[in-house]
């Protein structure tokens, strides 16, 4: 499967963002899909990942309850909803996909998009 992350930019503290992970070459329903983000001179981080079925979430704790991630299987994409960001929040944002459960480890991702890239101005 190939993935293609989009809708990254630069805004303003307190503002939004959606990112979209758009698949092509798989049966999209069978992956579980993560992202993670990267900010300069930082290691990879965990932030949401969905089961392929659409029947679970995961969502790491430094931006529970700003972020929330879905899916839309017909559209073979799924979702970030970044709201209330922060500063800090900035970073290459990257989706991943592998089959089976959805899981907060990079390394069981064997599927990446590019990044694209958050700017958060204060």
């Known amino acids: 499967v190939q993935l293609q992350a989009s809708g990254g930019g630069l805004v303003q503290a307190g503002g939004s963002l959606r990112l979209s992970c758009a698949a092509s070459g798989g049966t999209f329903g069978s992956y579980s899909v993560g992202w993670f983000r990267q900010a300069p001179g930082k290691e990879r981080e965990f932030v949401a990942a969905i089961n392929g079925s659409n029947d679970g979430t995961r969502v790491a704790n430094s931006v529970k309850g700003r972020f929330t991630i879905s899916r839309d299987n017909a559209k073979a994409t799924v979702y970030l909803h970044l709201r209330s960001l922060k500063p800090e929040d900035t970073a290459a944002y990257s989706c991943?996909?592998?089959?089976?459960?959805?899981?907060?480890?990079?390394?069981?991702?064997?599927?990446w998009g590019q990044g694209t890239l958050v700017t958060v101005s204060s």
């Open positions: 991943a996909a592998k089959l089976r459960s959805a899981v907060v480890d990079s390394g069981l991702y064997p599927y």
